[in-house]
C-alpha cells in the first residue's frame, strides 16, 4: 500500500462516515503506511476525498477529519468541489455504480482538479528544484 500511494500521481480516497468521523480502518491504514515517518507516502501527495452515507449529510464530517488527518502528513488535498454522496442507499445500482447526475458532475470536477495540481506539481517541482533552487 505504501509503494502504491507513493507511485500515485493522485490518490482517491471513498469513506463511509462512522459516528461523524471516517472509518477505523481507514485511519488504522493511513497509520500504518505513515511510519516510519521518513516512508511516509503522503507527503506532497496529491490527494481527493470523497464520502458516501445513508445520511442527508453524505459523511462530510467524515471528510473533515480524514482532512486533519492527511494534513498531518503532509497530503496535498484539493478540496474543491466536496464529493458528499447522501441517501447513498437509493443512489447506486445493482452493480454498485454511482447513479446521482449531481455527485458525478461534481466528481468530475474533483478528479479534474486533482489530475491537473497532480500535472502541475510534476512539471512544477522539477523547474523549482533544478532552475529556482538549482537543486
Ligand atoms: C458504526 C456506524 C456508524 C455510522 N455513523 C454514521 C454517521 O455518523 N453519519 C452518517 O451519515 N452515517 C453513519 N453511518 C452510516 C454509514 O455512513 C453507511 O453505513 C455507509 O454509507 C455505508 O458503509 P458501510 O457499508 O460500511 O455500512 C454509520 C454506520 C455505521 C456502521
New binding site residues.
Partial sequence: MRRSIGEADLVVIAT??????T?GALKNAIDWVSRPRKDNPFEWKPVVIM?????????I??QEHLRQILASLGALVITYPEVV??S??SKFDGEGRLRDPAALRFMDQLLGNGLRLARALRVGLEVADARIYGK
Wanted: charged fraction near 15%; aromatic fraction near 4%; proline fraction near 5%.
Fill in positions: 463511509p462516515e462512522y459516528n461523524h468521523s472509518s464520502s458516501a452515507s445513508t445520511g442527508m449529510l453524505g459523511g464530517r467524515a454522496v447522501g447513498a442507499d
